[in-house]
């Protein structure tokens, strides 16, 4: 069977050379990045555990609300032996089930349900923003991709446009209308372009590696993204106030505090009597149940002194609620800071939006213009490369201005924990 090996393995590289030119033929939308990472990403797997914990642990908890019977059953052979006697046989049997129930324990019980359902609403919290987080790396490395494809075909064209120019002022150099200095600096203005061509397959290749690693791919053929840098106009009459209290952060402070409140209540539960009720019933005999018996109970406990632990318990229960009474004010503050500085962003980048466009649809006009009176002569080689260089700028800068616009529209829909469903 060793001569089949060689070809198995040749057949599998073809195959997975296939699936790579087909995964690089078809560009990846954001739906399919988001999907994947959805499924990859490792710390939203954490999340989902810790958010599974927790919901486990407030169904332990919410046991205290039931009774807890145990049952208990036992056999003991033996041989016995008494003073002057001889050996015999013993044999024991022994049935046992014993309930019981806790009828008042201070109010503690009430507030440990309380206090993790306060947990877990936290950890849902938790969840949240985490996944919010998550999108929003996904968001921006998508369009740090998004610009690098499109940069590097507008540096080709840039690349294109400097031949073109270098070509015309060479012509004009040879017909001896041109200083050879025009020439050289045409031909450096070249070099310059086409470096930055490599310049941006290298970011691009950077990019698609930094994309990849979010969905947890380490092997992947080239691909492509399909979308486009954009960003949708910034919503108006908001209201910081009420998107800080809607956000997960809040949230999750709101529900530490309320897990500190009742663990206050928990803690100082212990100064009160504690009232169970227990029930048993038990059976034994030699070879078979024959002796039967039954009792029913109700057991009260006080802690009378402590040593000064129970109050210096209470004490340090009442500082965590202060404590997080004053991290709830502090995370409003923050959320309030971070908004407003995400939006004005987003409301800025917008805005340079149409500054940009206006800018590149004057430079474009100009430049078409320049380039023809430079070809009749009408323009200055100097003027005429100022208005050239001012193009490629401009063009640059719209690219820019796009991916600025793009990102600070996700900024401001994680400053805010939103995330896709």
């Given at each position: 069977?060793f001569?089949?090996k060689p070809r198995?393995?040749?057949?599998a590289?073809v195959l997975?050379l296939?699936?790579?030119l087909?995964?690089a033929?078809?560009?990846?939308t954001?739906?399919d990045?988001f999907?994947?990472t959805?499924?990859n990403?490792v ?11 927790a ?5 332990s908890?919410q046991?205290v609300?039931y009774?807890e019977v145990?049952a208990?059953a036992g056999?003991?052979v033996g041989e016995?032996?008494p ?9 024991d049997l022994s049935?046992s089930?014993n309930?019981?129930?806790a ?5 503690g ?8 359902e306060a947990?877990?609403?936290a950890?849902?919290?938790?969840f949240d ?12 490395a998508f369009s740090?991709?998004?610009y690098?494809q499109?940069?590097l ?7 294109g446009?400097r031949?073109d120019?270098?070509r ?7 017909g001896g209308?041109?200083?050879k ?7 450096a203005q070249?070099?310059?372009?086409r470096?930055?061509?490599?310049e941006?397959?290298r970011?691009?290749?950077?990019t698609r590696?930094?994309l990849a ?7 992947f053929?080239p ?6 840098l954009r960003?949708d106009?910034p919503?108006t ?5 009420e998107?800080a ?5 809040y949230?999750s402070?709101?529900a530490s505090?309320k897990a500190a409140?009742?663990g206050?209540i928990?803690t100082?539960s212990a100064?009160?009597?504690q009232?169970s009720a227990?029930?048993s ?10 002796n ?9 406990s006080l802690?009378l002194f ?5 109050s ?5 229960a009442?500082?965590k609620?202060e404590?997080a009474?004053l991290?709830?004010?502090k995370?409003?503050l923050?959320?309030m800071?971070n908004?407003?500085a995400a939006?004005?962003t ?7 939006l ?9 430079a474009?006009t100009r430049?078409?213009v ?7 002569g ?6 005429w490369?100022?208005i050239?260089n001012?193009?490629?700028t401009?063009q640059r ?5 796009r ?7 996700s900024?401001w829909?994680?400053?805010m924990?939103?995330?896709s469903?």
């Amino acid at each position: 069977m060793f001569p089949f090996k060689p070809r198995c393995f040749f057949v599998a590289a073809v195959l997975l050379l296939l699936a790579g030119l087909l995964y690089a033929g078809e560009p990846l939308t954001w739906q399919d990045c988001f999907d994947r990472t959805v499924k990859n990403n490792v710390d939203l797997s954490i999340a989902r555990l810790k958010l599974k914990e927790a919901e486990a642990a407030l169904k332990s908890q919410q046991s205290v609300y039931y009774p807890e019977v145990t049952a208990k059953a036992g056999r003991s052979v033996g041989e016995t032996k008494p003073d002057g006697g001889s050996w015999s046989d013993k044999d024991d049997l022994s049935v046992s089930l014993n309930a019981s129930y806790a009828l008042f324990s201070g109010f503690g019980d009430r507030a440990r349900v309380t206090r993790t359902e306060a947990e877990l609403y936290a950890e849902k919290a938790n969840f949240d923003q985490t996944r919010s987080n998550i999108e929003y790396n996904l968001r921006k490395a998508f369009s740090d991709q998004l610009y690098t494809q499109e940069l590097l075909e507008l540096v080709k064209s840039i690349a294109g446009r400097r031949a073109d120019s270098a070509r015309l002022v060479e012509m004009r150099y040879e017909g001896g209308r041109e200083p050879k200095g025009s020439l050289m600096l045409k031909q450096a203005q070249l070099t310059e372009a086409r470096y930055s061509v490599g310049e941006a397959e290298r970011a691009l290749e950077l990019t698609r590696r930094q994309l990849a690693g979010l969905m947890k791919e380490l092997q992947f053929a080239p691909y492509l993204l399909k979308g486009e840098l954009r960003a949708d106009e910034p919503p108006t009459g908001v209201s910081l106030d009420e998107l800080a209290r809607q956000t997960p952060s809040y949230h999750s402070a709101e529900a530490s505090l309320k897990a500190a409140e009742q663990g206050f209540i928990v803690t100082r539960s212990a100064r009160f009597p504690q009232v169970s009720a227990t029930a048993s019933l038990t059976g034994s005999g030699e070879t078979d149940i024959k002796n039967e018996s039954w009792q029913t109970g109700i057991a009260v406990s006080l802690p009378l002194f402590t040593g000064g632990r129970l109050s210096q318990d209470i004490i340090i229960a009442g500082l965590k609620r202060e404590q997080a009474k004053l991290n709830t004010e502090k995370t409003m503050l923050d959320l309030m800071n971070n908004l407003q500085a995400a939006f004005n962003t987003y409301r800025d980048r917008y805005a340079a939006l149409s500054v940009q466009k206006a800018q590149l649809e004057a430079a474009e006009t100009r430049a078409t213009v320049a380039r023809a009176q430079y070809e009749q002569g009408l323009v200055s080689f100097q003027d005429w490369d100022t208005i050239e260089n001012t193009l490629i700028t401009s063009q640059r800068s719209w690219l820019s201005s796009r991916k600025a616009a793009d990102q600070a529209q996700s900024a401001w829909q994680n400053a805010m924990g939103i995330s896709s469903p």
